[in-house]
């Protein structure tokens, strides 16, 4: 029932991956810049079902961040969930 890719966060995603239900991105976005962290978070929200959630990093943080994400508290854990992609 699960399924394993590999896929490099920014390059273009596989077109035939599937719309998850949950994302672990722990720890990684770390690596990016402010510009580079929005699109890699517009690529995951683009591929996570409309109740779909996304896990960051204990010390991780989207709030500074235009991101299609809501983040809720849930038995004392940050999640974030997805938002209404708006299109500018
Ligand atoms: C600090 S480790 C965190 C590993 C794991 N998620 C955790 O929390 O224990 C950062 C991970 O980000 C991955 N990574 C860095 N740049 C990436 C990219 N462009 N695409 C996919 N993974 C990337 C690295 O390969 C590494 O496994």
Do not use: C, H
């Amino acid at each position: 029932m699960v399924e394993f890719r590999k896929v490099n966060l920014i390059e273009p995603w596989l077109p035939s991956l599937q719309k998850m239900d949950i994302v672990f991105l722990r720890n990684v976005l770390i690596y990016f810049d402010t510009e580079t962290k929005a699109q890699v978070l517009a690529k995951v929200r683009g591929s996570l079902s409309d109740n779909g959630f996304l896990f960051l990093g204990n010390a991780e943080t989207i709030l500074n961040l235009k991101a299609p994400f809501r983040r809720e508290i849930i038995a004392n854990s940050t999640v974030y969930r997805a938002a209404p992609i708006i299109k500018e």
